[in-house]
């Protein structure tokens, strides 16, 4: 027997009626009749009862649909997993990641996915959050690689890791406010810098929306001296002595450096930290090729945090 006739046979039983699956199978009826017709004679006993109702299993025929189904299953599964085997061979991976996020994580990953699989071909999109989102939804991308933000009901997300913030400062401010290195910064020792100049995110960002959210919660309105969308041009008036900013710790020395600067973390009770994720559409699984670099990922992501 061939997958197709037991899935003959269970589409039977499950309309009870050879019309009706025969239109569900779209093929013909005699066509349908006659599968039904070869099985019963090979095993020599009726699979279904006929009976002015429809047709009803046979307690043979329950038994034989019951191992129908299982056969099935694994013949499903064997496919699956033979599809699966061929896509790591010849297959083709896409997805989205933001400028930045790119330049700290794509050089990690990448050569090592690489190497593993040489016969994948691998295309990435590099955009904000908002447009990686519709080209993902689109079907254009298979997942995106983002900092959290407020969930779309049709994406699936999956953590991989949280980024903390840390306030940075020319280090002559940490001298003026005798700020001990590396120590955690109190509610209290944020606030003494109220006065200070601040070099600030451009608005609608995400990283500048983490920034209000902190400078919030500490009551601080800041003395803003410059605005800038580039967060290595943040970083480096800082280390001339323009201002104080925030950075997410993976960002600290991706570009350059930490010379004549200070970072301190910042307190716990801030919460201050942007959550790293995964995210692909709910309505469309994910390829053998993703499930793998998403592995890859993590194991990576784990790595370094230790």
């Not at 309309?15 to 009706?20: A, E, K, L, P, V």
Request: some cysteine.
């Amino acid at each position: 027997m061939t997958d197709k006739e037991l899935l003959y046979l269970l589409t039977i039983a499950e309309y009870g009626n050879i019309t009706r699956a025969a239109n569900e199978l779209f093929i013909s009826q005699p066509s349908l009749s006659e599968s039904l017709s070869k099985v019963e004679q090979e095993f020599g006993t009726p699979i279904f009862h006929r009976e002015l109702t429809g047709l009803i299993p046979t307690d043979f025929g329950k038994h034989y649909l019951e191992t129908a189904q299982k056969i099935l299953d694994c013949y499903q599964q064997m496919n699956l997993e033979l599809d699966e085997y061929r896509q790591m061979r010849r297959g083709t991976l896409n997805f989205g990641i933001p400028f930045n996020l790119g330049a700290y994580l794509l050089p990690r990953i990448l050569p090592y996915y690489c190497q593993i699989y040489p016969e994948i071909t691998v295309h990435f999109k590099e955009n904000n959050s908002t447009e990686l989102d519709k080209l993902m939804l689109s079907g254009k991308l298979d997942f995106s690689i983002m900092h959290y933000e407020t969930p779309d009901p049709a994406i699936q997300y999956e953590a991989l890791a949280d980024d903390p913030f840390y306030l940075v400062m020319p280090a002559s401010f940490a001298q003026k406010y005798q700020f001990p290195d590396y120590r955690e910064l109190s509610i209290y020792d944020l606030k003494s810098l109220s006065e200070e100049p601040f070099l600030m995110i451009a608005s609608r960002q995400k990283l500048r929306q983490v920034i209000d959210a902190i400078l919030s919660q500490l009551h601080i309105h800041p003395n803003v001296r410059f605005t800038t969308k580039n967060m290595e041009t943040a970083k480096r008036l800082a280390a001339a002595g323009m201002g104080i900013t925030f950075l997410p710790l993976s960002y600290l020395t991706l570009f350059s450096g930490i010379d004549n600067l200070a970072c301190y973390p910042l307190d716990q009770n801030l919460q201050a930290s942007w959550k790293l994720v995964i995210g692909y559409p709910k309505n469309r699984p994910l390829s053998r090729c993703s499930k793998e670099f998403i592995r890859i990922l993590k194991e990576k992501m784990q790595t370094g945090q230790e």
